[in-house]
């Protein structure tokens, strides 16, 4: 198992700290195109998600977007997908 993504928001508007396997990074998401599901039908309970550089996904929560973001490894983010579309995590 690797260690998490912590971040937290640095004193630069769209920009975080990003801390993975003991290395801090920052990633800039003033620029980020974020969006929701086709799926969401305009509710607000959704998730929004952005490609960033250095092949990671971000994701927020749509109903506050000043709220903090989670960022992953584009290849955790695509386990992730395939585990939901295939029904693997219907029992956690």
Request: charged share 15%; with cysteine; net charge positive.
């Amino acid at each position: 198992m690797t260690s998490g993504t912590r971040h937290s928001q640095s004193r630069r508007p769209g920009a975080y700290l990003l801390t993975w396997q003991g290395v801090m990074k920052t990633v800039d998401l003033s620029g980020a195109a974020w969006f929701k599901s086709s799926r969401s039908n305009g509710q607000s309970a959704c998730v929004e998600v952005a490609f960033v550089p250095g092949d990671r996904v971000a994701t927020r929560d749509s109903k506050d977007q000043t709220s903090p973001v989670l960022i992953f490894p584009a290849q955790v983010w695509a386990a992730f997908i395939g585990g939901v579309a295939t029904g693997a995590l219907d029992q956690l």
